[in-house]
């Protein structure tokens, strides 16, 4: 391949990055390097009350700005000031608002914050300029009446405010419109599924037919601080957006963008399924009831804040007489062994694209490995020599072949030198020296190629891993998700390059030559930013490749020594 044809399109890509960027930033987007530019005042984009006579279908999300008078039909249900109630497992720390009997804080205690790694990691929160929650609620009242919704004042139930045993069983309730709900959330010990019933009373003296609607709300300014790499490096699995599943239409992902465009793409109605908000290394997901039909939908609040619900009938429900609907609900890391357990498809959410074929396998030798070894540091190590030894012969095939070039350079400079400008000339005699030495100009990049989408899987699986977040490996190495501290793996990762590149045939353009110099520190450079368990991936794969590639080209001298004599 002509390596000057290869720097010209790097130089053309990134120049086309760069303008993207731009483009972004002027559209008033987040930028694709630093800081997520300011969110604007949110500012409503649409009436929600969308039924007749003014009563929503689901009701929408309120701020801690809102008022009853920018919420239509449910002055009633809106109390201040705003109280909340935390409860704390093992694992979680929950907090709920009494209006709504809303999940407005969830702490994940057994991950750190990247900003402060004293503190636990906060997915779940309602603050200024911030709103991420969970809500659910009943809908489907009659004209001029409303059933308790995530609006409503709610009453604490439960004394417990933190875990002693294997659960924590946490009751609210509300009154309204002839109709208790009673919501009761039940938290177990080391997990970080939460089962929600939502018992539903008849109080009045006529049959009611309510839905209940499960809810998810939040803002689209990026997540801060949860990748020390740029996002467009990350992969698929660095998604953050919307996302779906049902048995007929499979994995769907939606951006905000496509749903402030109204051009979101999923299924409106099924009857299994589940539907989440997917970020870098943790997610937020409701498992509505299986068999029991409900809609979907994904929409636009206002400006820069959008909610995914799904609404589910529960039919008649006869005076003095009550229905219970359970969901459950994950607010945690991305696990897939346990998303997997919780629901079909929902350990999707990691997302590998093309390559999950590959990749999954590659991630269940790298969580074997790690029950093995105990160290996420040392299990990189391995996985990446046992993958290495899986494509040896690939790789010596490679090796050899660049080993005859290089042998062979001398000759091929004097041919250079003696047709000078004459190409066609040049070309025959340089075929006929391969076919003679049984040279393939190719054999060095094939082999390369074959192994591309396994490498390319392993990247995938390492940029991935809520596993890797906050794990040490050695020395100065604390956490592998975020970027060496010190820089020590990035310019390990420059010197082997180098050192790979002078074990390869020198270029016979002195151009080219120098260009190639600069290479090690262009990738090096790249890696000042990627998390040192992805750089720790690489400086093993160029160690274990200049092993090799050292040992083989010696090898093929040795012989061509004896062959000789």
């Not at 074959?450 to 956490?479: C, K, M, N, T």
Request: charged share 15%; proline share 7%; aromatic share 10%.
């Amino acid at each position: 391949m002509d390596i000057r044809r290869t720097i010209l399109l790097m130089i053309f890509s990134f120049s086309l990055l760069l303008l993207w960027n731009n483009w972004q930033v002027h559209q008033g987007n987040a930028p694709l390097f630093g800081a997520p530019t300011a969110v604007k005042p949110s500012t409503p984009i649409s009436d929600p009350a969308t039924a007749a006579g003014g009563v929503p279908v689901a009701p929408v999300a309120i701020t801690p700005t809102a008022t009853a008078s920018t919420v239509p039909g449910l002055a009633a249900q809106v109390t201040a000031p705003l109280q909340s109630v935390t409860f704390k497992t093992d694992v979680l720390s929950l907090t709920f608002d009494l209006q709504g009997a809303q999940l407005i804080r969830t702490d994940l205690l057994a991950f750190p914050s990247v900003e402060d790694p004293s503190k636990p990691f906060t997915l779940l929160e309602r603050v200024a300029g911030r709103t991420y929650i969970v809500q659910s609620g009943l809908t489907g009242a009659p004209a001029g009446t409303l059933f308790p919704t995530h609006l409503a004042p709610f009453t604490l139930e439960t004394e417990a405010r933190e875990l002693t045993g294997e659960s924590l069983v946490i009751k609210f309730s509300s009154t309204s419109g002839e109709v208790k709900l009673t919501k009761t959330f039940t938290l177990k010990r080391s997990n970080y599924v939460v089962e929600v019933d939502h018992r539903i009373e008849n109080l009045s003296t006529q049959p009611v037919a309510p839905s209940v609607y499960l809810q998810i709300t939040r803002d689209g300014a990026d997540p801060a601080g949860e990748s020390s790499a740029p996002s467009f490096l990350s992969g698929p699995a660095n998604f953050f957006g919307a996302a779906i599943y049902s048995e007929q239409e499979k994995f769907q992902k939606v951006t905000f963008d496509e749903i402030e465009k109204r051009k979101a793409t999923h299924i409106k109605q099924a009857d299994n399924g589940w539907f989440a908000l997917i970020q870098h290394y943790f997610v937020t997901a409701w498992v509505p009831p299986q068999g029991k039909t409900r809609s979907y939908e994904m929409l636009a609040l206002e400006k820069n804040l959008y909610a995914l619900r799904s609404v589910e009938p529960v039919g008649a429900i006869a005076p003095n007489n009550s229905v219970s609907v359970v969901a459950r609900l994950w607010v945690g890391p991305q696990d897939q062994v346990a998303l997997e357990a919780l629901a079909p498809g929902l350990e999707l959410v990691v997302d590998y694209g093309l390559l999950t074929i590959i990749a999954k396998p590659v991630f269940a030798l790298m969580t074997w490995l790690f029950s093995l070894l105990g160290n996420w540091g040392w299990t990189i190590v391995a996985l990446t020599v046992l993958i290495k030894a899986a494509f040896y012969p690939l790789s010596a095939a490679s090796y050899r072949s660049m080993a005859k070039m290089k042998m062979v350079a001398p000759r091929l400079q004097a041919l250079k030198e003696k047709f000078g400008d004459d190409r066609q000339k040049l070309n025959t005699a340089m075929m006929e020296m391969y076919r003679t030495e049984k040279i393939n100009p190719l054999g060095g990049c094939l082999p390369i190629v074959i192994q591309i989408p396994v490498f390319i899987s392993l990247y995938y699986v390492l940029g991935s891993s809520v596993e890797l977040r906050g794990a040490p490996w050695i020395l100065w190495v604390h956490d592998l998700a975020v970027r060496d501290p010190y820089f020590i793996l990035p310019a390990i990762m420059m010197v082997t390059m180098f050192l790979q590149m002078r074990l390869n045939p020198t270029p016979p353009d002195p151009v080219q030559a120098k260009v190639m110099m600069f290479m090690p520190l262009i990738f090096g450079g790249m890696m000042f930013f990627f998390p040192a368990g992805l750089v720790l991936y690489w400086c093993v794969n160029n160690i274990l490749s200049i092993a090799q590639q050292w040992y083989i080209t010696k090898k093929m001298a040795d012989l061509a020594v004896v062959a000789n004599r």
